[in-house]
């Protein structure tokens, strides 16, 4: 039998040393960004039950959930996503707090991926969920701690912003089957426009489609707005929608990020999901988004609580961490190695206790000989050997 004890599960990896402590340094910053921004941290099971997944409009489909059962034979799964967890703790243990609720979070993810994709089936989120907070302040509070968690991971960043409601405008004034539908929504987010002008020849209003297939183009910054404008002449709900986001856009520009926000309205995420304004955050070196948000008024009434506005993201670590490979993070190395012999572990340990005293940081070595711990120090990069043996120090610059 091939036992598989040497390697890990496809999509997984281990993560080690020098990545281990950029991602530890990575989250720090990030979690200092939500503790500023005054959200507080909470922490859920790394398994659910598959229930709380399964409401209408879930953003992840079964098929991409690692699914168990418990020792009753409940259905359970691995954590698929982090916000929806934090509305079910908003709907039942903190139903009866202050509004608005203000949660971060730094934990694992486990999604099926499908094919030979080469994403990641596990992967650390970090990410901060605004509860309570309504329409046009909301949004400026997420959209400002989005901002500021992406500042603070030290790369150069781009912040889209779409709308929902414009896309859904445009798309629900043809006359368009859920088929239909559910391909263009796949098409437009992928910014495939073969497949788009393929399905325009077969669509009786070839003018309301020719719409449709023009979403993808508007992408750029404030100067969009106008031919958006013009494309949804006589569509009050887009034009609404479209208004909305101009404030939005407008608000954070005066704040001085004109040149960090990109207006993409042919951005939808999962249309089922999002309910209002969404965004995504890319940084220099990564291929794909490292952060993805927006509004989701509907899920928190899903686990029986009252109906509440949300908005929050998620950045994914692993794809940050990724990106800043080669950043200096790597751990500094001790400023001294003591050798002792058993018999002068104490005296050794107060060594060090005083050396920490005046700002210096000293290991133990399990070296056999003072020679072999010399030799350590200098495989280490270590500047100083003391020999401890007898009770008294005798230090070597190495």
């Known amino acids: 039998m091939n036992k598989r004890n040497k390697g890990v599960p496809e999509g997984t990896r281990d993560i080690i040393f020098e990545e281990a402590r950029l ?3 990575i989250g720090r910053r990030l979690e200092n960004v939500y503790e500023n921004a005054g959200f507080d941290c909470v922490s859920t099971p790394a398994v659910e039950y598959y229930d709380v997944f399964d409401y209408p409009g879930q953003s992840i489909g079964q098929e991409q959930m690692f699914k168990l059962t418990d020792p009753s034979g409940q259905l359970i799964v691995l954590r698929a996503d982090n916000t929806t967890p934090v509305a079910r703790i908003a709907a039942t243990k903190l139903r009866t707090a202050p509004l608005p609720l203000k949660i971060y979070y730094t934990q694992d993810v486990w999604r099926i991926e499908k094919g030979y994709s080469g994403r990641r089936s596990e992967y650390t989120q970090s990410g ?46 043809l006359d368009l089957s859920d088929e239909d539908k559910a391909d263009v929504l796949r098409w437009i987010d992928a910014k495939n426009s073969v497949s788009l002008s393929g399905m325009s020849r077969r669509i009786d209003d070839a003018e309301g489609f020719d719409r449709v297939r023009r979403l993808p183009l508007l992408y750029g910054d404030g100067r969009i707005f106008r031919e958006a404008e013009s494309l949804a002449e006589g569509n009050e709900k887009a034009l609404e ?3 909305y986001l101009r404030r939005l856009y ?7 990020y004109a040149e960090k926000i990109i207006i993409d309205l042919g951005m939808v995420h999962s249309i089922d999901y999002y309910t209002g304004v969404v965004f995504t955050g890319y940084i220099a070196g990564a291929g794909e988004p490292v ?3 927006g509004r989701y008024d509907n899920l928190i009434s899903n686990f029986g609580g009252a109906s509440l506005p949300a908005t929050g ?27 002792f012999t058993p018999d002068d572990f104490s005296a050794a340990r107060e060594y060090a206790a005083k050396a920490a005293e005046n700002g210096l940081s000293a290991e133990l070595s399990s070296a056999a000989s003072f020679d072999e711990a010399i030799s350590e120090a200098r495989s280490r990069r270590i500047s100083r050997a003391v020999d401890m043996s007898g009770g008294r120090a005798k230090a070597v610059d190495v």
């Open 291 to 293: 952060l993805t948000g």
């Open 128 to 173: 901060a969920e605004l509860i309570g907070a309504p329409g046009l302040k909301g949004d400026l509070i997420c959209l400002s701690c989005a901002i500021d968690a992406l500042a603070s991971i030290g790369a150069d960043f781009k912040l889209e912003l779409g709308c929902v409601g414009y896309y859904s405008a445009i798309v629900d004034a």
């Open 241 to 243: 929608s479209l208004s």
């Open 313 to 339: 993201f998620a950045i994914n670590l692993a794809l940050v961490c990724d990106a800043l490979r080669g950043y200096e993070c790597g751990k500094k190395p001790a400023d001294m190695l003591i050798y």
């Open 250 to 256: 407008d608000a954070v520009c005066s704040a001085g």
């Open 23 to 25: 991602r530890r340094e």
